[in-house]
């Protein structure tokens, strides 16, 4: 088994690591470990955790997992609302697509780690892109098949899910409070994620299934 630690911003990408990425991997001779990002210490005390901080903690992290000999580290980190001091996005290049801009910060941030064992990933725009794969499994899982239809009309006014934008109000996630304000993220999340399945996932989100197809071929 080679052992491949997954660094995340939280506790909805820890469940989703645990519960949905984590038996398909072990099939293919992976053991995924998943640790979210500690955004505060206070001594004495666990560390705080949660979210995308500065990016010295991100580093720190990461640097502390590769030092712990796995056969990879990798991130599953939201593209929305990333930090600015994040390695690219100062030198973002005008244009392109959604997948150009993942894929500039992406290399800047592998670059700056500086590991060939690091593969870095964000996830497009955010982890609620991929509920999009199947609109119907958000509204059964919240029991309110009455927005079925809302929801599938947001994933078809777009190529892909991944390419739902990233502005402060249409964002997936607030797209999916807006509609169904019940939705609570870390429970509910991971649970769309389960009833969908991975191949429903990764035949609408390229950015994810090549990500995905990097840690399988390990």
């Not at 398909?24 to 500690?38: D, F, M, Q, S, Y």
């Not at 199947?134 to 929801?151: K, N, T």
């Amino acid at each position: 088994m080679k052992r491949v630690l997954v660094l995340v911003e939280g506790q909805t990408e820890e469940t989703f690591v645990r519960h949905v990425l984590a038996p398909h991997l072990w099939e293919r001779g992976k053991a995924p470990e998943v640790t979210r990002i500690a955004t505060k210490q206070v001594q004495g005390r666990r560390a705080f955790r949660g979210g995308v901080p500065v990016f010295s903690k991100v580093e720190r992290d990461l640097r502390r997992l590769l030092d712990s000999n796995p056969a990879a580290v990798t991130t599953l980190f939201d593209y929305y609302a990333l930090p600015d001091d994040f390695p690219g996005k100062k030198t973002l290049p005008s244009g392109g697509s959604c997948f150009d801009r993942a894929a500039h910060i992406e290399h800047a941030l592998g670059a700056k780690i500086g590991d060939p064992r690091f593969i870095p990933n964000l996830l497009l725009h955010e982890f609620e892109a991929l509920l999009f794969a199947e609109p119907s499994a958000i509204a059964a899982v919240l029991l309110d098949e009455s927005r079925s239809a809302e929801l599938s009309a947001i994933a078809a006014g777009h190529a892909s899910p991944e390419e739902i934008d990233d502005g402060p109000e249409t964002h997936p996630c607030r797209r999916i409070e807006r509609l169904l304000p019940g939705y609570v993220k870390p429970l509910q999340g991971p649970r769309i994620a389960e009833r969908i399945g991975l191949p429903a996932i990764r035949g609408r989100c390229r950015h994810f299934d090549a990500w995905l197809t990097k840690i399988e071929a390990l």
